[in-house]
């Protein structure tokens, strides 16, 4: 005795991608990624925001660890 069974197709849905609602989110994560490579890459000497060596010297190691120049 056979039996022929037959399934239904499996769809996968696939979500949406709103765009319009990741993007602002997007542009806020890149600003932020710019401001801390600021920090770290141009915050010193006559490109410094902030007075006196603090920020300097707090990223000091993830300066040299990217290959910025320091000293
Ligand atoms: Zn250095």
């Known amino acids: 005795m056979s039996e022929i069974t037959s399934r239904a197709p499996v769809v996968a849905a696939v979500p949406s ?3 319009g609602q990741v993007l602002p989110w997007l542009i806020f994560a890149c600003l932020l990624l710019v401001v801390a490579m600021y920090f ?4 010193e000497g006559a490109t410094a925001l902030i007075a006196g060596n603090a920020i300097h010297e707090w ?3 993830g300066r040299h660890a990217l290959g ?3 000293h």
Request: with cysteine.
């Open 17 to 19: 991608f709103p765009v």
């Open 40 to 43: 770290v890459a141009a915050e």
């Open 59 to 61: 990223t000091h190691d």
């Open 68 to 70: 910025f120049p320091c």
